[in-house]
């Protein structure tokens, strides 16, 4: 009562704008005024660099030689090897496969590991020396033992997005509260009861924490296997045009990327406030 | 030993004890150095319809005898019955009451005041409407579609407690239920709690570190000592029923308070 008090004395003296009066557009979406205008500003020192400094075509394309490449790349049908849609699909293809691999294998043995703690201690140490391998090294392996198509692809995208899934998952298991376990206990509820209406559901803020890692994680482990060899796919593309010293179609390709990589984390972000909508407010009382 | 020689509320209750507990005893640890006695050699019994509040200081053991009770620890020596039968693992006859609410954050408060009937397997179209009026009882009827983080500290309380009552057991287990509560939430629940019970006729087994909440709620109060757990004195509280909050000020209800905290006090005070 006497804070509101003092924070309402200076209203009434100053003509400082109450609380009611609607906010600036900047203020109320900064990500529709403010992010934009960073973008249009981030082009303008692009373009002023390349076509006002001049900096070397080889060394920064143009924004409108990009923008061109771009354009022409889209202009393609999904069909087309020559255009960027075509790519785009195998390596979203490849990504989204991967991911679906790893983050099922990840979560389901996050669950077996701290369900049977046997299992848990006896596979642990393989599991953390495995974690501790940069996982790209395996990317060559990848082509030996499956060429230069799409279960390399997926393979490695697989590996790589497992650990971030396990991980999380392992963490919400060990953080469900005891006394949820202990109330499930004492109503005689069976393991599979248990198992499904408390542990699960209380551990899945933590597997999305871990499929937002892993879906962009994702994409690196498909391009990465692109790199390496592939007859398809944005990686393979940018490899194409490094080779060819074709700039302006590479900063095109990175670009698509980005939008990709940007779109995975808003679809998973969708998904998370539609599965665990009820995350965010726990902690505000999840306990008095 | 002392619980028998002390009469239940009513008499027409007095013939069966719903809960008989003879030398229980509880250690934790392996049998080595390590071992932590924390409860030892108890003995009580609780009559049917009974209010007993077990009161004791941090790390006595309430907790470990309510979770005994519960079914949900084992206990190392001695034995429990409940209502004639030796108590192996959770019993239907009996329902918790957790310190914090322990309400699931997905489910709406109707949903998670029918966990137990899932979990127990039961038809949960039987039990819709008796979830319903439990919920008008304690006044969350308008919040029945609302979720927990919806609510405030008590009220969440008031849905634990729904939630044990809709399977209807004979025990009810309350484990400091209020002790996160603010004071005067808490004189309201107290009040509250006396309404549902006096409707119900529950047996209640209620523990509390206020020596104050223990007497204005109960029928008897057994105090407890601190490590190991054992039975200080069983006290049998002769209050006239319904009580109010003025009773707090009488002073039988000042002799009673003064007892039990010289009981409490004189292993290391109390405050």
Same mark, same amino acid.
């Given at each position: 009562m006497t804070m509101r008090a003092a924070e309402s004395g200076p209203v009434e003296t100053a003509p400082v704008p109450s609380r009611e009066a609607p906010l600036s557009l900047v203020r109320r979406y900064p990500q529709f005024t403010i992010s934009p205008a960073i973008l249009v500003a981030l082009v303008a020192c692009w373009w002023l660099a390349t076509d006002v400094l001049g900096a070397p075509a080889y060394v920064v394309p143009a924004p409108e030689q990009v923008?061109?490449?771009?354009?022409?790349?889209?202009?393609?049908?999904?069909?087309?090897?020559? +255009?960027?849609?075509?790519?785009?699909?195998?390596?979203?293809?490849?990504?989204?496969?991967?991911?679906?691999?790893?983050?099922?294998?990840?979560?389901?043995?996050?669950?077996?590991?701290?369900?049977?703690?046997?299992?848990?201690?006896?596979?642990?140490?393989?599991?953390? +020396?495995f974690q501790s391998l940069p996982k790209v090294a395996l990317a060559p392996l990848m082509v030996v033992w499956f060429g230069f198509g799409l279960q390399g692809k997926v393979?490695?995208? *697989?590996?790589?997005?497992?650990?971030?899934?396990?991980?999380?998952?392992?963490?919400?298991?060990?953080?469900?509260?005891?006394?949820?376990?202990?109330?499930?206990?004492?109503?005689?509820?069976?393991?599979?009861?248990?198992?499904?209406?408390?542990?699960?559901?209380?551990?899945?803020?933590?597997?999305?924490? +871990?499929?937002?890692?892993?879906?962009?994680?994702?994409?690196? +482990? *498909?391009?990465?296997?692109?790199?390496?060899?592939?007859?398809?796919?944005?990686?393979?593309?940018?490899?194409q045009y490094d080779q060819q010293m074709e700039l302006a179609p590479m900063f095109a390709v990175i670009l698509l990327l980005a939008v990709i990589g940007f779109l995975m984390n808003y679809v998973m972000g969708m998904l998370e406030r539609r599965y665990c909508f009820w995350a965010q407010r726990v902690n505000a009382s999840g306990r008095p | 030993?002392?619980?028998?020689?002390?009469?239940?509320?009513?008499?027409?209750?007095?013939?069966?004890?719903?809960?008989?507990?003879?030398?229980?005893?509880?250690?934790?640890?392996? *049998?080595?150095?390590?071992?932590?006695?924390?409860?030892?050699?108890?003995?009580?019994?609780?009559?049917?319809?009974?209010?007993?509040?077990?009161?004791?200081?941090?790390?006595?053991g309430k907790s470990t005898l309510l979770k005994v009770l519960a079914g949900l620890l084992p206990y190392s020596a001695g034995s429990i019955e409940l209502n004639g039968k030796p108590l192996r693992g959770p019993s239907p006859e009996a329902a918790v009451v957790f310190q914090s609410p322990v309400l699931l954050p997905w489910r709406t408060v109707i949903e998670n005041v029918l966990l137990p009937i899932e979990f127990r397997k039961l038809p949960i179209v039987d039990y819709r409407k008796k979830a319903a009026d439990l919920l008008e009882l304690v006044g969350l009827e308008d919040f029945a579609k609302r979720y927990p983080f919806e609510l405030s500290g008590g009220m969440q309380q008031r849905a634990a407690i729904v939630r044990a009552l809709v399977q209807d057991p004979r025990l009810l287990l309350m484990d400091e239920p209020f002790g996160a509560l603010d004071a005067m939430t808490r004189e309201q629940m107290n009040l509250e709690l006396m309404r549902i019970w006096s409707g119900s006729r529950k047996t209640v087994f209620f523990i509390t570190?206020?020596?104050?909440?223990?007497?204005?709620?109960?029928?008897?109060?057994?105090?407890?000592?601190?490590?190991?757990?054992?039975?200080?004195?069983?006290?049998?509280?002769?209050?006239?029923?319904?009580?109010?909050?003025?009773?707090?000020?009488?002073?039988?209800?000042?002799?009673? *308070?003064?007892h039990l905290h010289s009981l409490l006090d004189a292993q290391g005070g109390m405050f």
């Open positions: 923008l061109r490449a771009l354009i022409n790349g889209l202009s393609r049908s999904p069909w087309d090897t020559g +255009g960027y849609w075509y790519h785009t699909g195998v390596t979203v293809w490849e990504a989204l496969l991967g991911l679906a691999i790893g983050s099922v294998l990840g979560a389901v043995l996050g669950f077996a590991i701290c369900h049977w703690p046997i299992l848990g201690r006896s596979w642990y140490p393989y599991i953390v +020396g393979f490695i995208t *697989a590996v790589i997005t497992f650990f971030p899934v396990l991980v999380n998952t392992m963490a919400g298991y060990q953080s469900v509260e005891p006394e949820r376990i202990e109330l499930a206990r004492s109503c005689n509820a069976s393991e599979w009861h248990l198992l499904s209406k408390i542990i699960l559901p209380s551990c899945l803020p933590f597997l999305f924490a +871990g499929l937002g890692v892993a879906s962009v994680l994702a994409i690196l +482990g *498909a391009v990465v296997g692109e790199f390496v060899g592939a007859s398809a796919g944005l990686g393979m593309l940018l490899m | 030993m002392r619980a028998a020689t002390i009469s239940p509320r009513t008499s027409a209750d007095s013939a069966q004890p719903l809960i008989v507990a003879r030398g229980l005893s509880k250690t934790y640890g392996a *049998a080595n150095a390590h071992q932590v006695t924390a409860l030892k050699n108890l003995d009580f019994k609780i009559y049917d319809g009974e209010f007993v509040s077990v009161v004791g200081q941090s790390g006595c570190h206020s020596i104050a909440e223990a007497i204005f709620l109960s029928d008897r109060v057994i105090a407890m000592t601190t490590r190991p757990g054992t039975i200080a004195d069983v006290i049998s509280i002769d209050l006239p029923r319904p009580r109010d909050l003025s009773i707090i000020n009488t002073d039988r209800f000042g002799r009673y *308070a003064a």
